[in-house]
């Protein structure tokens, strides 16, 4: 069972520091492309930045470039998001997204980022 959680939101003052977590099981997770997405009140879901299977390749919304940074631990089947420099904008539930080989297309549950003074 294709299964991802993320954890490491939370509240945070303008100019803080976050970093969130998506911890994979149920499929090969050296072999996927991993994402972040953000979907705050009121509006659509958001690209916010990829990873590809060696960690060689990233992607980043131009909105967050240069202050987010994604990584992962294909020992650990983890995926990170180094937050930094945080705005109110920022402010959103931030899920996780897995594609793999075997038709693997999977969504996390999200965990909510508050960025407020």
């Known amino acids: 069972q294709v299964q991802l959680v993320e954890s490491g939101g939370g509240l945070v003052q303008p100019g803080g520091s976050l970093r969130l977590s998506c911890v994979a099981s149920g499929f090969t997770f050296s072999s996927s492309v991993m994402s972040w997405y953000r979907q705050a009140p009121g509006k659509e879901r958001e690209f916010v930045a990829s990873?590809?299977?060696?960690?060689?390749?990233?992607r980043y919304a131009d909105s967050v470039r240069g202050r987010f940074t994604i990584s992962r631990d294909n020992a650990y089947n983890t995926m990170y998001l180094q937050m930094n420099r945080l705005k109110p904008e920022d402010t959103a539930i931030y899920y996780c997204?897995?594609?793999?080989?075997?038709?693997?297309?999977?969504w996390g549950q999200g965990t909510q980022v508050t960025v407020s003074s």
């Open positions: 997204k897995a594609v793999a080989p075997g038709r693997i297309d999977a």
């Open positions: 990873i590809g299977w060696s960690a060689g390749s990233t």
